[in-house]
Nanobody, 121 residues
Framework: QVQLVESGGGLVQPGESLRLSCAASGRSFSVYTMGWYRQALGKQRELVASITSSGNTNYADSVKGRFTISRDNAKNTVYLQMTGLTPEDTAVYYC???????????????WGQGTQVTVPS
C-alpha cells in the first residue's frame, strides 16, 4: 500500500512558476513509476509527466519545455517544477504511483488527493 500526499499548489500569475511535491509513504518507492496528472473543470484527467524507476521521463506535448518531473528516492518524493504557467494549466494536479507485479502482471495504481493550481486569465 502506498499513500501519496501532494503539496505546493496555489494561485499564481501567468508566466510564473510553481513546484509541486508528492510525498509517498509505504514500501519500495523507488520501484514505482511516478506520474503527475491533471484534471481541469469539465475535462478528463490527463497525464502531465511521468518518471520511471530508472529515471526515464515522459511529458505531455502541452508542457514540454516548461515542466520538469524529478524524483528523490531517498526522500520518497516526486516533484513537478512548472514554469511559464498559463491559464490553460489551471487544474487539480494529482500524483500517481504505479508498478507491475511481476508474479501476476497485475498493475497497482495509487492516487493522491490532488492539489489545485490556478492561473487566472
Amino acid at each position: 500500500q502506498v499513500q501519496l500526499v501532494e503539496s505546493g499548489g496555489g494561485l499564481v500569475q501567468p508566466g510564473e512558476s510553481l513546484r509541486l511535491s508528492c510525498a509517498a509513504s509505504g514500501r519500495s518507492f523507488s520501484v514505482y513509476t511516478m506520474g503527475w496528472y491533471r484534471q481541469a473543470l469539465g475535462k478528463q484527467r490527463e497525464l502531465v509527466a511521468s518518471i520511471t524507476s530508472s529515471g526515464n521521463t515522459n511529458y505531455a506535448d502541452s508542457v514540454k519545455g516548461r515542466f520538469t518531473i524529478s524524483r528523490d528516492n531517498a526522500k520518497n518524493t516526486v516533484y513537478l517544477q512548472m514554469t511559464g504557467l498559463t491559464p490553460e494549466d489551471t487544474a487539480v494536479y494529482y500524483c500517481n504511483a504505479q508498478r507491475v507485479l511481476l508474479a501476476t502482471l497485475k498493475t497497482l495504481y495509487y492516487w493522491g488527493q490532488g492539489t489545485q493550481v490556478t492561473v487566472p486569465s
